[in-house]
């Protein structure tokens, strides 16, 4: 038998976010071990179902040893970061010997006495089980790549799809790969090419133009003889590290000069695009007018500035506010806030309510939204979403929730803890069906759309303000590349 490990964390850090990743709140999503991990990823679609699946290979053992995720927010604590290393490595370390080993990584992870925290953790495992024993790593498309994850991992495959619904597909690609590397059928060399070029987050999403013809780029070329994995990296933006921006990764079969090339390929073809990659998005008014203007909905209204998925609070109220001044009624959607919840907990269903809600986190995510109305239904925020999501995720857990109807014709859905628009079922668990709604804010920017799109008679991407903002000049960046584009417009690339 091949006795592959698997461990590791995944998170995306917002060093903008004033919320820092903190111990207990991993914790708290919780710390797994094998048999925790099977029961809660084995029949999802995500990046540890993928390494699972590997052992369809009848000579093949994946054994689950310790996994933590949490939701985008801020960087990661110095002591959350210490104990989730150590208790990966300890878990590998005790479990081995090994034949290889599975990281399920997002790259986007940034701690505090470690700005890649993802580059560190993969140079951790090298370290500890020695030159020869293959590592597989499977990223997320946003990650910003370092050269240090290159340099101790053999094979890394990258999701290549925004929103995310190829994550098992890119895992078991690894996992399969790694396995091959095993067996000694391939010799696994990789080419990382790192063009200056930031893609805005409103151009991520790989069905539409441009990265649509850049993901046509890519799969031509992954037909070559020799191409063993090829990977358009988008980045992430909201991370304020050396690495922010696009990647390109090139794995061949013992030909460097051919992964090299061809990672040089997607780099330059990027390039050209580079204007088309960074488009802006609709203003709140605008936006708010054409949705209520339209004969009938869903109209849905991506509130870009509180991206969930991306380190935002889910608790904004600019959309919120300006449909009270505008006139418009009828929005649905979801929004952060404990201390609400209580309150209608304590009220109880068909209890009326007065309530300023979200706009608790900062000023830069709006203030407190005042409503007057009837809680319709309560839960306990679990759901299950059996469909496409991003991310492959099966189950979700938003904390007590509570639904609102307002005076003034809203309805709101009250959560406990963060969460995007990541599934209908965040609605429909409380009573409230989204194809009737005339318009739905959908929290996040691309995460939302497998859920969203099959349903939308339109879909508008709003300029709201909030630490994912589609406008990246309100941003201090301190550690980013110099230059780099579009911050710097007159930049030299290639050479």
């Not at 994946?62 to 933590?68: K, M, R």
């Not at 050269?147 to 995310?164: G, K, L, R, S």
Request: glycine residues 10%.
């Amino acid at each position: 038998m091949i006795r592959i490990a698997t461990a590791g964390f995944m998170h995306e850090s917002n060093t903008f976010s004033r919320v820092p990743a903190s111990l207990d709140k991993f914790r708290r999503t919780g710390f797994l071990d094998g048999p925790a991990i099977r029961a809660e990823y084995a029949t999802s679609r995500t990046t540890l179902a993928g390494f699972l699946a590997a052992a369809e290979d009848k000579e093949v053992e994946v054994v689950p040893l310790f996994y933590t995720r949490l939701t985008p927010m801020g960087a990661i604590t110095a002591e959350a970061i210490e104990t989730i290393m150590e208790h990966a490595l300890a878990a590998i370390r005790d479990g081995g010997p090994w034949d290889a080993i599975l990281l399920p990584q997002h790259g986007a992870a940034v701690s505090v006495p470690y700005p890649d925290a993802d580059g560190e953790f993969i140079r951790r495992v090298r370290e500890l089980v020695g030159p020869s024993v293959p590592i597989g790593v499977a990223l997320d498309m946003h990650a910003n790549v370092s050269a240090q994850m290159i340099a101790n991992a053999d094979i890394t495959t990258v999701y290549q799809t925004t929103p995310h619904i190829d994550a098992y597909e890119q895992a078991l690609l690894c996992a399969r790969l790694v396995v091959r590397m095993v067996r000694g059928e391939i010799r696994p060399t990789t080419a990382l090419e790192m063009p200056p070029l930031s893609v805005n987050i409103l151009n991520h999403g790989t069905s539409d133009e441009p990265m649509a013809g850049l993901l046509r780029v890519a799969e031509a070329q992954r037909r070559r003889p020799g191409v063993l994995s090829l990977s358009v990296v988008e980045g992430y933006s909201y991370a304020d590290v050396a690495e922010t921006g696009m990647s390109f990764i090139a794995v061949t079969d013992n030909d460097p000069a051919l992964a090299k090339e061809i990672a040089g390929i997607l780099a330059s073809a990027a390039w050209a695009q580079r204007d088309a990659l960074n488009t802006g998005g609709t203003p709140i008014d605008a936006a708010l007018l054409r949705a209520a203007a339209a004969p009938q909905g869903p109209m849905v209204l991506f509130d870009v500035g509180d991206n969930v998925g991306g380190g935002s609070p889910g608790d904004s109220t600019w959309l919120l506010h300006a449909a009270r001044r505008l006139g418009v009624s009828g929005l649905m959607q979801a929004v952060g806030d404990g201390a609400a919840v209580r309150a209608c907990l304590a009220a109880g269903i068909g209890g009326r309510v007065s309530l300023a809600v979200g706009g608790k986190t900062d000023a830069l995510h709006g203030t407190p939204f005042p409503i007057s109305g009837v809680v319709t239904a309560l839960s306990d925020g679990r759901y299950e979403e059996t469909g496409p999501t991003h991310g492959g995720a099966r189950f979700f857990d938003d904390g007590p929730s509570a639904a609102v109807h307002t005076d003034d014709g809203h309805d709101l859905v009250l959560i406990t803890h963060p969460g995007g628009t990541a599934s209908l079922q965040q609605f429909r668990t409380l009573g409230l069906e989204p194809l009737a709604a005339k318009i739905l804010i959908a929290k996040g920017v691309q995460s939302p759309r497998p859920a969203v799109e099959p349903i939308a008679r339109e879909m508008i991407w709003v300029a709201t303000p909030g630490v994912t903002t589609a406008d990246l000049t309100t941003f201090d960046y301190r550690h980013r590349r110099v230059p780099l584009f579009p911050f710097e417009r007159d930049v030299a690339y290639p050479g």
